[in-house]
């Protein structure tokens, strides 16, 4: 079946430190794929995705390409804030996207 | 963005005794809300994808008699656990899907999360 696999976290980085979390990932057919965000107290919230193979995700400064030859979309950013403080999800979906499979989520914490 | 409410945010109760959950989109229509179920440490669960009007579906290895869900109107569903033990100890979310195409976006709520005692 479908899986997501992330790295443990939680990571703690410095402010405007360069961050990547890993997401690999393994599906049948072609999946598209996504990174959610949760921020303390809220739902979880797209962050960003991809449809298909090469395409790059970005939205508020991260950014995920689907690597279909390394089955990866692992986040980058690269200057992280405190305000990204929070958990990622990554998450792949095939048919609708409406069932996603997600990987355990990496919570991320950034001081100053 | 579209905004996805759960109540209650974090509930204790007795084994034996049954707990409610609802989701309510506030903001739009969903014809569809899914409901997940979260492990410590582990990945979110799809339990079972609820229609509007119509019967839930069930994810593989969830039991239906355990978790009622009910969707009567497109900005309601609801999750309730029957005769709650241990076990079903747990974090819920809910998510509902904007538009009527299977490519919308899903929106989730903030969790509830069920201990039971």
């Known amino acids: 079946g479908d899986s997501v696999t992330q790295m443990e976290g939680p990571v703690t980085l410095s402010e405007e430190a360069f961050l990547t979390i890993n997401c690999t990932y393994t599906a049948t057919g072609y999946p598209s794929l996504f990174w959610y965000v949760q921020y303390p107290g809220e739902g979880l919230q797209l962050l960003l995705k991809a449809t298909k193979a090469d395409d790059k995700g970005s939205n508020k400064g991260f950014e995920a390409t689907y690597r279909k030859e390394t089955t990866s979309f692992h986040l980058e950013k690269g200057s992280v804030q405190v305000s990204d403080s929070a958990v990622y999800f990554c998450a792949l979906s095939t048919g609708t996207a409406s069932k996603l499979t997600f990987g355990t989520g990496t919570r991320l914490q950034v001081t100053l | 963005g579209a905004v996805v409410s759960q109540h209650p945010s974090r509930v204790i109760c007795k084994s034996g005794t049954s707990v409610k959950i609802e989701c309510r989109s506030l903001?739009?229509?969903?014809?569809?809300m899914f409901w997940y179920r979260q492990f410590p440490k582990k990945s979110l669960m799809l339990m079972a994808t609820s229609n509007e009007g119509s019967k839930a579906t069930y994810e593989q290895g969830v039991e239906k008699d355990k978790f009622l869900i009910n969707h009567a109107s497109l900005t309601l569903s609801t999750l309730t656990v029957t005769s709650a033990h241990p076990e079903d100890s747990s974090f819920y979310i809910c998510?509902?899907?904007?538009?009527?195409?299977?490519?919308?976006?899903?929106?989730f709520g903030e969790g509830s999360r069920l201990t039971v005692l």
């Open positions: 998510s509902a899907r904007q538009g009527l195409a299977s490519t919308g976006e899903l929106f």
């Open positions: 903001d739009f229509q969903a014809t569809t």
